[in-house]
Every structure is written in C-alpha cells, then in structure tokens.
C-alpha cells in the first residue's frame, strides 16, 4: 500500500514538473509570437523604439524590428543597418517584393529565397529576363518554369533553358494541365514523354495515346488505367508484358461495367474470384445508395 502511494507521489511530483516546463515554454513561445512592444514599434514605423527594445532574452529583437519596419515602408535603406545577416538577407528580399525591384534580391543570402525573390518578380513585372540574374543554372531554369506556368503561355517554356531536360519538364506541366497530346510531342526526353502521354492518355481516356509509349511496362500500365475507367476489355488486351496485369484488368473492367459475364475469358479459378469481386462491388453500391 506504501508502495503504491510513494508511486502516486512520484507520478503526480512529474506531471507537475512537465505541466511547469510547458507553461514556462508557452509563456516564453507566447512572448515571441506576440511581442507587443515590437508590434508598437513597427505599427509606428520608429527604429526610435526599435533601439529601446529590451534584447537580453531575444538578441535579434531590434533586428527584426527593423527588418520589419524596413518592408513595411519598403525603405532598402534600414536592411544595412541590420546586424544579424538573417534578417539582413530577409529585409532586403521583403523589400525587394514591396518595392518590385530585383535589383534587391543580389543582396539576399539564402539561394533558394533569391531564386523566389527573382522569381516572384520576374512574373510580378511579366518580365521573364529577369531569371537570367539568376547564377545557378537549376535555380535559373526553375524561375523560367515558374514563370511560363504563371503566364499560362506554353511558348515561355522555350526560354533558354541550360539544365538536363528543364525544358521537356515545362512543357510536360502544359500538356499534362492542358491535356494535350501535342505538347507531350514537343518533349525530347523519352522517358518524361512517356510519362506525359500515361498522364494525359488517363486524363482523356484516350487509349491510343497507350500506343505511342515507348516502355513497356509503362505502355501497359497506361493501357490498363484506361481500360478500368472506360470498362474496356479490348484496352486489357494491348497488355503484353506479364499475364498477371492483364488478369487484373479484365477484373477491374467487369467492376465498372458492372458484368460477371466479362469474367468468363478467364480461368476457372481467376473467374470465381473475379465474379465475387464484382458481387461484393454491387454489395457496397447498394449500400452506399
């Protein structure tokens, strides 16, 4: 009974302990979030008040006051007075986007946050040159993609692209989005122009689209896809390669046509379980209906 009560003791001496550090940690989350006397500052646009900032628990308080201050006014002219090179970086990529002036964004450290402050301009100003400040060619060729989806101009895609397949990857978006044959044609990259005409084959139900996949495996799994939303069992057997895809999809293809009698092209074995696979789909319609 002792025991029990000592272990009682030692439980509830826990929680308290865990309940304390939460509160202590929320207090202290809380205060961050929501720190008023910074928020007074900014709302008042005075570095005046920013300097005043109590910085023993938060070092980067008056740093991020300014930083603040600096893209509310968009005023670039505060971002050099900032110490810590974060919020450097951050002023001048939040005043850059205020301002619209990519001449800013050379400033921000961080590449992938460069790329975005040169990007997000670039298609703010409809001005796709505005990549090329961009060094690194990946980043650089991600902002052309950016923008062409942006613009909803297929023709952006042909900006210059220096990447592996950049280009074939931007119009694979369009065609994909647009579901549009004619663009997958464009792509280079026999793998990406696969994967292009499997996406928009489903996406039309259009089972020739199957046909003009080079790989294998894709070409039958395209085939398979189609013939489950068209119910087609002509579809099923464009299916070369293994015989176990094709079983599947003739099974698939009775479920949506709703038919136990497509189930008779297969084995006696492969048939029973193919014509409960349909019941149990009428059972749950039925239910669901």
């Not at 923008?147 to 074939?168: H, I, P, R, W």
């Not at 094709?246 to 297969?266: F, G």
């Given at each position: ?7 009682n ?142 613009s ?7 900006a ?5 397949d950049s ?11 647009k ?33 003009k ?77």
């Amino acid at each position: 009974m002792s025991f029990t009560k000592s272990k009682n003791k030692s439980s509830l001496r826990t929680l308290i302990f865990l309940l304390i550090l939460f509160c202590a940690f929320f207090i202290s989350a809380c205060e961050f979030m929501f720190d008023e006397e910074l928020m007074a500052a900014v709302r008042k646009g005075s570095l005046k008040m920013c300097d005043e900032l109590n910085t023993s628990r938060n070092p980067t308080r008056i740093d991020d006051c300014y930083a603040q201050i600096a893209a509310k006014k968009g005023d670039e002219d505060i971002c050099p007075k900032i110490k810590d090179e974060s919020y450097k970086s951050q002023c001048y990529e939040q005043v850059a986007l205020k301002n619209n002036d990519a001449d800013l964004c050379k400033y921000v450290t961080a590449e992938m946050n460069k790329r975005e402050c040169y990007t997000n301009i670039a298609i703010g100003k409809k001005n796709s040159n505005i990549c090329k400040e961009i060094t690194e060619p990946a980043f650089r060729d991600q902002c052309y993609i950016d923008f062409a989806k942006a613009s909803g101009n297929v023709k952006d895609c042909y900006a210059l692209m220096t990447e592996s397949d950049s280009q074939d990857l931007c119009f694979a978006w369009f065609a994909e989005n647009k579901k549009s044959e004619e663009i997958c044609a464009k792509i280079l990259n026999q793998g990406i122009k696969d994967d292009c005409y499997q996406k928009v084959a489903i996406a039309t139900q259009g089972n020739l689209l199957c046909d003009k996949i080079q790989l294998q495996s894709k070409k039958d799994q395209c085939n398979f896809e189609v013939a489950s939303q068209m119910g087609s069992v002509e579809t099923c057997n464009k299916i070369d390669d293994g015989k176990q895809l094709w079983i599947t999809c003739i099974k698939q293809v009775a479920i949506t046509q709703n038919s136990k009698a497509i189930c008779d092209v297969l084995s006696p074995e492969e048939k029973k379980s193919c014509q409960l696979q349909v019941e149990n789909a009428r059972a749950v319609s039925a239910a669901e209906n």
